[in-house]
């Protein structure tokens, strides 16, 4: 019998014990539990249809003539982690072309051709990404890095002879940049050494010569430079200033003329601004949107920008005329999120995008006909999209007078095209959800598996963007630098208080939620506001801001130093110490679930173990897991099953007081 269930604990299994008790969900092979108690076959199998989601993720597309290719990200039907897929005409069933125990995390089509293409891909989530090259008429994988050390950033050069890529390999610390042959795995070669660990590669000018680098120093700083790809040489575009300045989102200009990048130089704002090369000139595109300009891409002849704006969450598209800046149209779109957008043409470009009723569409559009087509959408069969949750933004002031905003998901249903919040008999139960990073931004995205939580649990659950969230200017965006970041309690009480004074939520059955950054949120509120709140589910947390900054991967640490602070200056630690849940971990008295990737190389397992220990230690309720073969969060279906499984299970005891 153990070996038999040794050999099924590979997926979703369902295990007969003995006296009469209920099928329960088995564990996966490599998760680790702790605390966890049984889940019912029952639960289960209604919670099922939302977990076999598969969303889509636009990657790239290539236009030849009347042929046309379309690479996307998705997971296979019976598959365990996302793989490559091609479509060649609208609507037809993508194609998958990459296999494995690992998922893809991006791709690149050969800019000449469609039959060649880059990806990356890593191991157990430990994020030391290989980059692969795939050959579609061969159908062969080739890896072209050592397989052990971290590889980010790939591009292809313009005419699909080399790729360009970083590497902490050196010393474990600096991102250097190397070239290498696409088709050779022994052909990498050392082109620049650099100091620090967030470089990217923004563009390859057009004739192969140049390549435009974005060096990242913090969320506020970041300078560009130009690199001589035949030398080697590095010259700075952007000046350092006295008043750092964010740089972001660069491009040449096709003909060498020009680069456009967003930056917030005198402006709260990333504001769209075009670099003459020549005159040195610089020319401010949008005056009029007061928000983030968050992408762009040129049409290949120079003539058109797409823009993308970030308003209050919700992605604008807007095309404009590089020469006059005149808006030319500006498509209309749900409120939701593009993703990547790329031009195949002069005329003719695609974008992905992902709202409240899709995980993922691929669209496309003609900028000459204004004729918009979706090439393919994420298959939703067995869910009811119609009792799916709309959200709304709604805009909130703390003690301090600091504004933020919050989406929120209230249950209900469409009717006629019109979604309608349902009146509960009881005040509904609440989860307060918080973002990561700290510097990124909830905004309105498909809600994934959880709305299971808003459909068939009937939670409302409140998305902040808290003091420090991206998207609302760079005053916002510092505002939980350093010393500030206590204040962000004042963001965390005033949504208690939006909770307490709405009769149809319930003030005594409140959790809260949160990845990474998060996972520290849903910790610091269970010690500031234990009182006030049911449970809490912290997700690769930080526990202990001290200890994370000493064991977080070196080449990342400087960057997380300019956001937190340097733990290494007396003051500092101290700061630190004070702020870090685990120092006040006495004052948690409610129930929590951990949930942990062992192979994390941004917030180590041991932020989780040691919170776990502790409130072990003092006889509070916790659940545990953690994913051997995981990293920053699960991407492998079975494991990202039976968290779900365990957060619905967990806060239906902890929240909705069922057993």
Known sequence: MIRLLAMLRIGFLFVLFSFGVKAAVVPPLQMESRGVPGISEELAAKVKPYLDIRPVRFQDWHVSGTNITVLVIQRPEKGQVNQLHVLNKPREKPRQITFGKEPVRSAELNPVNDRSMIF???????????????DLGTGKTLRITDGKNRHTGVRWSPKGEQIAYFSPKRNGRDNDLYIADPLRSDSESLLLKLKGGGWRVEDWSQDGRLLLVLE?????????????VKSGEMSPLTPKLKVPVSHQNARFDPKLRAVYFTFDDGF??????????????????LPQVRWDVESFEISPDGRALAVVTNEGGASKLRLLNSESGMEQWQPELPAGVIGRIRWG??????????????????????????????????????????????PYRTEWSSADGTKFDA???????????????????RPSPVVILFHGGPESQFRP???????????????????????????????????????????????MQRIYNEVAVNPHYDQNRIAVMGGSYGGFMALHSMVKMNNFLKCGVDVVGISNFVTFLENTSEYRRNLRRSEYGDERLPEVRKFLQELSPLTHVDKITRPLLIVQGANDPRVPASESEQIEKALRKRKIETWYLLAKDEGHGFRKQVNREFQFLTTVQFLRKHLLEKE
């Open 120 to 134: 990356l891909r890593d191991e157990g989530g430990s994020e030391r990404y290989q980059v692969f090259h795939y």
């Open 445 to 491: 995205r498909f809600m994934g598996s959880n709305n299971y939580l808003m459909s068939e649990e009937k939670i409302v659950m409140i998305c902040p963007n808290v003091r420090g969230s991206r998207g609302y200017g760079k005053k916002f965006l510092k505002s939980d630098n350093g010393r500030e970041r206590e204040k962000v309690l004042f963001d």
């Open 407 to 425: 989406w929120v998901y209230n249950p209900g249903r469409f009717n006629n095209g019109v979604f309608e919040p349902v009146i509960p008999a």
């Open 216 to 228: 990242y120093i913090s969320i506020n700083e970041s300078r560009l430079h130009i690199v001589d």
């Open 268 to 285: 709260d704002f990333q504001r769209l601004t075009r670099l003459d090369l020549n005159s040195g000139k610089y020319r401010y595109y």
């Open 345 to 390: 043409s002069d005329t003719e470009l695609m974008y992905g995008f992902s709202w409240a009723l899709s995980p993922g569409q691929v669209s496309h559009i003609s900028t000459s006909s204004r004729e918009k087509l979706k090439w393919v959408e994420t298959d939703m069969v067995g869910l009811d999209i119609e009792r799916f949750s709309l």
